[in-house]
């Protein structure tokens, strides 16, 4: 930090109360800001001090079916440092997943594939790496999707319940994507905003993360609307069999109906042991013999089977 050249990047891989006290001291950092690198933030956030600026964003990390983790990472970006810190981490998120970003961004230093002139072009190849991570989450996904939509379209249902409950967790991943994307778009671009705040070589790449996160939101809206026009033909199919299934044991109900009728008038009275009708016998069997032709030819006309 006394050196007139260069920069300084610290990464936390874990930041409890000691360390946010001695970053506090040895950069000036606010009060609440170190509140908010302690305790966990889901939503997004930026916020202009007068030397530097404070960033919290996530990026996403695969989970159970149906749950997207939100890993975070808070960023002090000054015009000679750089300072990272991780978490909390939420249940099931190991240190490696937090870091992973960090990580590979850190290979691109050492092997010289990076040289970033100034802190904010460093914050910017470690928010692009979260850029790249929701679309290769979203890339996945859709991957996914399309199995499911060809599995529905073939009627190669299995299990039905669990399908439409595979579905329906797919749809919350894609929702959950969207989510990140388009929060971390609305940092940046009041980042943007803040021009007596950013440096002179900011604004480009402030437009560039704007323009990521917002193709990434576009794409989940775009896999999000597919994937409810599959669950929404599934359930129209399904639906419509059940209908037909309803009206096929309403029609056996209603013909069975008169013949039940007749059998519980009659039946009883024209066979005993000791003496049987015979004609009426014949009769009352001919009489449910016509009635069960009749409404089966008039449920035909009705296009009922």
Not at 188 to 214: C, K, N, Q, S
Not at 238 to 249: I, K, S, Y
Request: glycine share 8%; charged share 25%; aromatic share 8%.
């Amino acid at each position: 930090m006394e050196r007139s050249d260069g920069f300084v990047w610290v990464d936390v891989p874990a930041c409890d109360e000691e360390t946010a006290e001695h970053l506090a001291n040895v950069f000036g950092f606010h009060p609440l800001a170190m509140r908010d690198v302690l305790e966990r933030r889901h939503v997004p956030k930026i916020h202009a001090y007068p030397d530097h600026l404070f960033v919290i964003v996530h990026a996403p990390e695969p989970g159970e079916p149906g749950h997207v983790h939100m890993i975070e990472l808070d960023q002090f970006i000054g015009r000679r440092y750089l300072v990272t810190t991780h978490g909390p981490l939420g249940r099931g998120v190991t240190t490696d997943m937090a870091l992973s970003g960090t990580g590979k961004v850190l290979e691109r230093l050492n092997d010289a594939r990076l040289r970033p002139a100034s802190p904010f072009e460093l914050s910017y190849a470690l928010v692009s790496g979260i850029a790249h991570r929701q679309g290769t989450y979203l890339t996945d996904l859709a991957s996914k999707v399309a199995v499911v939509e060809r599995r529905v379209r073939e009627s190669d249902e299995g299990d039905p319940v669990g399908l439409l409950e595979e579905m329906f967790l797919m749809r919350h991943e894609l929702l959950s994507i969207r989510t990140i994307a388009a929060e971390s778009r609305e940092i940046y671009a009041r980042m943007g905003a803040l021009t007596r705040m950013i440096p002179p070589e900011a604004p480009p790449l402030i437009d560039d993360l704007v323009d990521r996160f917002e193709r990434v939101k576009t794409q989940c809206d775009n896999e999000k609307e597919f994937m409810q026009g599959i669950i929404d033909f599934y359930q129209a199919r399904t639906t419509t069999r059940m209908n037909v299934a309803m009206e096929r044991l309403a029609l056996i109900a209603a013909v069975l109906l008169p013949v039940t009728a007749i059998a519980s008038i009659y039946g009883m009275n024209l066979i005993v042991e000791e003496r049987s009708d015979l004609f009426q016998l014949g009769l009352v069997l001919g009489i449910m013999a016509i009635v069960t032709g009749g409404m089966l030819a008039w449920s035909k006309r009705l296009g009922w089977w």
